[in-house]
T-cell receptor, first 114, second 117 residues
Framework: KNQVEQSPQSLIILEGKNCTLQCNYTVSPFSNLRWYKQDTGRGPVSLTIMTFSENTKSNGRYTATLDADTKQSSLHITASQLSDSASYIC?????????????FGGGTRVLVKP | GAVVSQHPSWVICKSGTSVKIECRSL??????MFWYRQFPKQSLMLMATSNEGSKATYEQGVEKDKFLINHASLTLSTLTVTSAHPEDSSFYIC?????????????FGPGTRLTVL
């Protein structure tokens, strides 16, 4: 069964500090892996998307890494801001998923405090 | 990036009534759209896949007669929650797939908060 596990479930960090979120997956083979940011009461917004051949992708203060051998990905947030408070969801797209279904992680809820 | 809108953004209704939620792709055509439901502090759960011009494909456990999906055009899919009950209260999110069958880039709408009294 395809699974995506994220850790930690939640974390609190001080404004200006860095943090790293983890994503382990069993989906194989896969087309791409994405990280989304979801603000409370809003839909997910794409931060990064990586194919299996890529091992890093940046979007401003967000940097995602991918290790296809160990089936792990991470999202690093640099110099956190209050607006970074949100849920971050790791999503894997199986290579030949019936109906193009995505596999979602449970998300990590990040709270940035001043 | 591609923009997906939903309407309404929130709705409150009485138990037993029906509610229609619209999902539109604003600057691209989407032959396939997806409907998700999200409960508090949980991730998105796929309810159904909406295919333009054909019947929707529902996930196991999702009642097709309760959650009616119509994908009448390449830019619009609607989800109608029929005879809504308090347990249907949730955050409903749609997404639209960009590109062809082998391309799986999905863009999400902003979501619709449904509260059934």
């Amino acid at each position: 069964k395809n699974q995506v596990e994220q850790s930690p479930q939640s974390l609190i960090i001080l404004e200006g500090k860095n943090c790293t979120l983890q994503c382990n997956y069993t989906v194989s083979p896969f087309s791409n892996l994405r990280w989304y940011k979801q603000d409370t009461g809003r839909g997910p917004v794409s931060l990064t998307i990586m194919t299996f051949s890529e091992n890093t992708k940046s979007n401003g203060r967000y940097t995602a890494t991918l290790d296809a051998d160990t089936k792990q990905s991470s999202l690093h947030i640099t110099a956190s801001q209050l607006s970074d408070s949100a849920s971050y969801i790791c999503v894997v797209s199986p290579l030949k998923a019936a109906g193009n279904k995505l596999t979602f992680g449970g998300g990590t809820r990040v709270l940035v405090k001043p | 990036g591609a923009v997906v809108s939903q309407h309404p953004s929130w709705v409150i209704c009485k138990s037993g009534t029906s509610v229609k939620i619209e999902c539109r792709s604003l600057d691209f055509q989407a032959t396939t759209m997806f409907w998700y439901r999200q409960f508090p502090k949980q991730s998105l759960m796929l309810m159904a896949t909406s295919n333009e011009g054909s019947k929707a494909t529902y996930e196991q456990g999702v009642e097709k007669d309760k959650f009616l999906i119509n994908h009448a055009s390449l830019t619009l899919s609607t989800l109608t929650v029929t005879s809504a009950h308090p347990e249907d209260s949730s955050f409903y999110i749609c997404s639209a797939r960009v590109g062809g069958r082998n391309h799986n880039e999905q863009f999400f709408g902003p979501g619709t908060r449904l509260t059934v009294l």
